[in-house]
């Protein structure tokens, strides 16, 4: 009887008779770890200034990827310490139910916020006085609450016969029928591929349009940086630098998404036949993302990017300035001659450059 229910696929198995529980509490550690730390560095930087729209955004962020984490892990490594599937774990298949829904819907709840965060920068960059005037932490707080009502009610339908969530080998993972026969969850399956789809084309092109207002900004700083003062120009540099950070945050986050989300998508826009690496290979990538988003923002927080950007601005200012003293002083940019110690100090004692030794 155990052999036959084997035999036709995993949707109906009660006992789970391979894999290890070492895999799924490690990701559960590495994943409330880095949530946790992130969340901390958070409220440090919460308590040093004002939190700005973007944090909000990121903060909800995290705080969803540890909900994720929770609503999940537990029941998989409860899974296997019973040696029972999520199926055998309860009669009525609230368990299994429970577990497809939670990743149906963080995922979705987790590219919507990224690309929220998204809008909000290149309407901050794009459009400053709309978004002066008009967005502030209340509209994070809205936005946040918007994304979750639609996200919730979307992912309940198979419970109302429109999609299904079934389980997959070894038992311990419960997700949407990917291979369904009938028409209407295969709608459900296009309409939340189309939804990831078109999520995940909006960020990367407001992320697009951002890094083309970063470079407006800053080539209108370098065009205009001989008639600013040089506080005013230290002000600019510091903004477009914060900008930068968000940036590089944003986007690194957005490239670990769309790398754990396209292959589900790919897998619901051409099903496949069913087995078993065919439905858990898209799964632990989904799965993959709340553990690797916290870590990107703790790797990424300031001052790493800051440092980056500083060190980028130094060496493109260098280049040119040893230019122009080159062309100013053809003559005198001599290399030292044979047994000077100082290299070049004639140069620096005649030449009256602001900053040398000469001035």
Not at 37 to 49: D, F, G, S
Request: hydrophobic content about 45%.
């Amino acid at each position: 009887m155990a052999s036959n229910r084997t035999n036709v696929t995993c949707q109906e198995r009660l006992d789970v008779s391979e894999g290890s529980p070492i895999t799924s509490a490690i990701m559960f550690s590495a994943g409330v770890l880095g949530n946790v730390v992130a969340l901390i560095l958070l409220e440090i930087r919460r308590r040093k200034q004002p939190a700005s729209l973007f944090q909000v955004l990121v903060t909800s962020l995290v705080i969803t990827d540890l909900l994720g984490t929770f609503s999940v892990s537990p029941l998989v490594l409860t899974a296997y310490l019973r040696k029972q599937s999520l199926l055998g774990m309860s009669e009525n298949r609230v368990v299994c139910g429970h577990f497809g829904y939670a990743m149906t819907f963080f995922s979705l709840v987790t590219l919507a916020i990224l690309l929220s965060m998204a809008v909000e920068r290149w309407l901050s960059l794009g459009h400053p006085y709309f978004y002066e005037k008009r967005l502030s932490k209340r509209c994070g707080y809205i936005t946040i609450a918007l994304i979750y009502l639609l996200c919730a009610l979307f992912c309940v339908t198979p419970f109302f016969g429109f999609g299904k969530y079934i389980q997959y080998c070894p038992g311990t993972w419960c997700f949407i029928h990917m291979n369904p026969s009938e028409a209407k969850h295969k709608v459900f399956n296009i309409i939340y591929a189309t939804c990831l789809l078109v999520m995940i084309v909006c960020t990367v092109l407001c992320n697009a349009s951002v890094i083309y207002h970063l470079s407006l900004m800053y080539r209108r700083r370098k065009a205009h940086r001989s008639s600013i003062r040089r506080q005013k120009g230290h002000k600019r540099q510091r903004s477009i630098a914060k900008e930068v950070e968000h940036l590089v945050l944003l986007g690194f986050m957005t490239i670990a998404f769309v790398i754990c989300s396209l292959p589900l998508v790919i897998r619901l826009y051409f099903s496949g036949p069913e087995g078993k690496k065919n439905g858990l290979i898209p799964l632990l990538f989904v799965s993959v993302n709340p553990i690797i988003d916290p870590w990107v923002f703790i790797i990424l927080s300031p001052p790493v990017p800051r440092l980056l950007w500083d060190k980028m601005c130094k060496t493109i200012r260098s280049k040119p300035t040893q230019e122009k003293v080159r062309s100013i002083h053809p003559v005198l940019y001599q290399k030292s001659p044979p047994g000077d110690s100082e290299g070049g100090s004639f140069l620096k004692v005649y030449t009256g450059i602001p900053g040398t030794a000469g001035s």
